[in-house]
């Protein structure tokens, strides 16, 4: 069936360091692919998309690019800030009737000053 | 416009008891999502609405967890009789449709089971 892996964390970076969180899935047919973040006490929010093979998803300094060949959504931003700090989840979105959101485990960011 | 609300924030309660969640999605939306989510793991989808018809309840464990949604609007979650693998926080979404339409997040609730 559909699944997402995502490197585990913590990930602890220095303010201002570049940043790569993997992802890489399986998954039938072309799904879509998703980042969602959640912040300290917050809900989960769509931080960037990509529907199609190819596709750079971008949002807040983030970008992903839906890498078909490597089955991969890797999540990168160039200058980190403390701000960013939050729990980063990974997901697609099959082809069934229901297009259910399949999450993989979360990736924890600490950026310290 | 106003987000998705959740009650309550928290709740703890003895395995066996009952429990039931809250959701009030975004006003319009017509899909609305619960999804469970264990420390440490991704949230996992348990069971959506169209409009007050279940699209997809696969992964929601029948024989003691039921959800409706009266009217097409609110909904609630209830888990009976409740056991310690269920704790966890179980998160309400809402969008528009069903189909790549963005879902939106609900604060969950925090359920412990002692």
């Known amino acids: 069936g559909n699944s997402v892996t995502q490197m585990e964390g913590p990930v602890t970076l220095s303010e201002e360091a570049f940043l790569t969180i993997n992802c890489t899935y399986t998954a039938t047919g072309y799904p879509s692919l998703f980042w969602y973040v959640q912040y300290p006490g917050e809900g989960l929010q769509l931080l960037l998309k990509a529907t199609k093979a190819d596709d750079k998803g971008s949002n807040k300094g983030f970008e992903a690019t839906y890498r078909k060949e490597t089955t991969s959504f890797h999540l990168e931003k160039g200058s980190v800030q403390v701000s960013d700090s939050a729990v980063y989840f990974c997901?697609?979105?099959?082809?069934?009737?229901?297009?259910?959101?399949?999450f993989g485990s979360g990736t924890r960011l600490l950026v310290r000053p | 416009e106003a987000g998705v609300a959740q009650s309550p924030r928290y709740k703890i309660i003895e395995k066996r008891q009952s429990v039931a969640f809250w959701c009030n999605p975004i006003?319009?939306?017509?899909?609305l999502y619960w999804y469970q989510q264990i420390l440490g793991q991704g949230p996992k989808l348990l069971i959506q609405?169209?409009?007050?018809?279940?699209?997809?309840d696969s992964q929601l464990p029948k024989d003691r967890f039921s959800a409706e949604r009266l009217k097409g609007v609110d909904s609630t979650l209830k888990i009976q009789p409740a056991k310690l693998e269920d704790s966890a926080v179980y998160l309400c979404a809402s969008s528009l449709a069903g189909g790549i339409y963005e879902q939106y997040f609900g604060p969950g609730t925090r359920l412990t089971v002692t």
């Open positions: 006003s319009g939306h017509a899909t």
């Open positions: 609405f169209q409009n007050n018809g279940v699209v997809d």
């Open positions: 997901a697609l979105s099959g082809m069934d009737s229901s297009y259910k959101l399949i």
